[in-house]
């Protein structure tokens, strides 16, 4: 299996605090995910990188931002957040040679509450 | 962008029947269709995924076929067990985003 770390794997705060949650590899995957994911709502794709400083939005980017300035770092900020912002958040890696969004190798998760 | 339905949204079989899962999707030129499985608490795993130039893969127990044509995909387990029990995933990819369908709350009955 693929290393991938994120980092913190709970967190607590309140409306209106900046937040950044940390995904590391150790695979030298060229792909990474930011997922979050909500009963009823599977998993919905926030951000992706395809490479160092190239990133892209995913379906529901409104609030956050993204960083890569390394292969193996990829970090998901909210800038400020809301309850609705409550969420399990994923990172996840590209484990395939073909191309971008094809086996993807999840992180632990993330479990933020914002209160 | 990509949308993918799932249906059910839960299922409960008895163990050692089979169970079936259905994902239609919407753009006709999403070209691979991956499976997960999560079990409580813990992170999606892979199960078993096709790509659009095949009609179905099986992996023991596990198989999944796709009809291009009517854009939907299916995932059917065999002989049941326990173990199986967890929530699965169908997912659609296009242009490097991998959209995912709502999940199915499978439980296998002893």
């Known amino acids: 299996d693929a290393g991938i770390t994120q980092s913190p794997r709970h967190k607590v705060t309140e409306t209106g605090t900046p937040v950044t949650l940390r995904c590391h590899q150790t695979e030298n995957h060229r792909y990474m995910y930011w997922y979050r994911q909500d009963p009823g709502h599977g998993l919905r794709l926030i951000h992706y990188s395809y490479g160092v400083k190239d990133t892209d939005k995913g379906e529901v980017s409104d609030g956050y931002s993204v960083s890569r300035s390394k292969t193996e770092d990829f970090l998901l900020t909210l800038e400020s957040a809301t309850s609705s912002q409550t969420s399990v958040y994923f990172c996840?890696?590209?484990?395939?040679?073909?191309?971008?969004?094809?086996?993807?190798?999840f992180g632990s998760g993330t479990q933020l509450s914002v209160l | 962008g990509e949308n993918v339905e799932q249906h059910p949204s839960t299922l409960s079989v008895q163990e050692g029947d089979s169970a079936v899962i259905k994902c239609t999707y919407s753009d006709s030129a999403s070209n691979y269709f991956p499976w997960y499985k999560q079990e409580l608490g813990k992170r999606p795993q892979l199960i078993i995924d096709i790509r659009s130039n095949v009609g179905e893969k099986k992996d023991q127990r596990i198989a999944v076929t796709l009809n291009k044509t009517a854009k939907h995909f299916s995932l059917h387990i065999t002989e049941t067990q326990p173990e199986d029990s967890a929530v699965y995933f169908c997912a659609a990819s296009l242009a490097r985003q991998l959209t995912f369908g709502s999940g199915t709350q499978l439980t296998v009955l002893p």
């Open positions: 996840a890696i590209s484990e395939s040679i073909q191309g971008a969004g094809e086996k993807l190798f």
